[in-house]
């Protein structure tokens, strides 16, 4: 329960420093946080929430019963703390800078980014695992596989959502990467596929951080005709399916199965163009 807290509160002070860096306008729906109770008083509030998370971290082993070194939570939470904010460096200086990663680069981002709280979460739970914990096929190598794939599917899913899934757009705003000019997994793909055949229209159009419908309609359709869409959806089918065999080599888990089908592309609504 202290680990689960702790994690909840790192994930919601992410978010509102996210909100405030991508200028976004919404949030599960509801206007971002800082358009209601401004920048100034939300990255305050983050900020503190983060050190609350640094005091858990070191107060973990005062909790349990178990002869843990006292150091090792909250160096694991420093490690990772430090990687979130690193791949979350490198999303800004791309996008200001507008520079194109490889696809190399963007999957060492997202592992330190969308990665960084599920690899604490495990880390922790698995220094404080405990005497009773007897599945010899579920280590720290499985683990650590197990969410590296995990977080490429979870934010190429989301990265694709958020120009092509209906009830996406209605919870944040449509096609809301192309306003911050983002370089998400589809854009990355998009760009560098036109820059082979010496075309450059996503990479002017992610420069002029567009708020147009038309523009943003007429960009996606560009990435379908270069194949990125379909070649995206099979890529998430096919990590799909590897958590899936991932969860049986390690002896199954339920939970896990239930949460990989949330994120199946069969729950996403296809917008149409």
Same mark, same amino acid.
């Given at each position: 329960?202290?680990?689960k807290?702790?994690?909840?509160?790192?994930?919601?002070?992410?978010?509102?420093?996210?909100?405030?860096q991508d200028?976004? !306008?919404?949030r599960?729906?509801q206007?971002?946080?800082?358009?209601?109770?401004?920048?100034?008083?939300?990255i305050n509030i983050? %900020?503190?929430k983060?050190f609350?998370?640094?005091k858990?971290a @070191?107060?973990?082993?005062?909790?349990?019963?178990l %002869?843990?070194?006292?150091?090792?939570?909250s160096?694991?939470?420093?490690?990772?703390?430090i990687?979130?904010?690193?791949?979350?460096g490198?999303d800004?200086?791309w996008?200001?800078?507008?520079? +194109?990663?490889?696809?190399?680069?963007y999957?060492?981002? *997202?592992?330190?980014? !969308?990665?960084?709280?599920?690899?604490l979460?495990?880390d922790?739970?698995?220094?404080?695992?405990?005497q009773d914990?007897q %599945?010899?096929?579920f280590?720290?190598?499985?683990?650590?596989?197990f969410l590296?794939?995990? &977080?490429r599917?979870f934010?190429?899913?989301d990265?694709? +959502?958020?120009?092509?899934?209906?009830?996406?757009?209605?919870?944040?705003s449509y +096609?809301?990467? @192309? !306003?911050?000019?983002?370089?998400?997994y589809v854009?990355?793909?998009g760009?560098?596929k036109e820059?082979? *055949?010496?075309?450059?229209?996503?990479?002017?159009?992610?420069?002029?951080?567009t708020s147009?419908?038309? #523009?943003?309609?007429?960009?996606?359709r #560009?990435?379908? &005709?270069?194949g990125?869409? &379909?070649?995206?959806?099979?890529?998430?089918?096919? /990590?799909?399916?590897?958590?899936? /065999?991932?969860i049986?080599?390690?002896?199954?888990?339920?939970?896990f199965k *239930?949460i990989?089908? /949330? /994120?199946?592309m069969?729950?996403?609504?296809?917008? !149409?163009?």
């Amino acid at each position: 329960d202290h680990i689960k807290k702790l994690i909840g509160i790192l994930h919601e002070a992410s978010l509102l420093i996210d909100d405030i860096q991508d200028d976004s !306008t919404m949030r599960r729906g509801q206007p971002a946080a800082y358009l209601v109770y401004g920048k100034s008083e939300v990255i305050n509030i983050a %900020n503190l929430k983060y050190f609350e998370a640094g005091k858990l971290a @070191l107060s973990l082993t005062d909790l349990s019963s178990l %002869n843990v070194d006292k150091a090792e939570p909250s160096r694991l939470f420093n490690d990772w703390v430090i990687k979130l904010h690193q791949g979350q460096g490198l999303d800004i200086y791309w996008r200001d800078h507008f520079i +194109c990663p490889s696809i190399e680069q963007y999957t060492d981002m *997202v592992l330190r980014k !969308t990665g960084g709280l599920m690899m604490l979460a495990f880390d922790l739970m698995y220094l404080f695992r405990g005497q009773d914990f007897q %599945n010899k096929r579920f280590d720290k190598t499985s683990g650590d596989d197990f969410l590296r794939t995990f &977080s490429r599917m979870f934010q190429i899913r989301d990265d694709f +959502c958020n120009l092509w899934d209906a009830k996406y757009a209605a919870k944040k705003s449509y +096609c809301e990467d @192309l !306003t911050e000019g983002k370089f998400s997994y589809v854009i990355v793909q998009g760009v560098l596929k036109e820059r082979a *055949v010496g075309r450059n229209q996503i990479m002017s159009i992610l420069k002029q951080r567009t708020s147009d419908d038309n #523009v943003k309609r007429h960009c996606c359709r #560009v990435l379908e &005709s270069l194949g990125v869409k &379909s070649e995206t959806q099979e890529l998430l089918r096919e /990590l799909e399916k590897e958590l899936n /065999l991932q969860i049986e080599a390690f002896g199954g888990n339920e939970i896990f199965k *239930v949460i990989v089908d /949330l /994120l199946s592309m069969k729950r996403v609504e296809i917008l !149409t163009l």
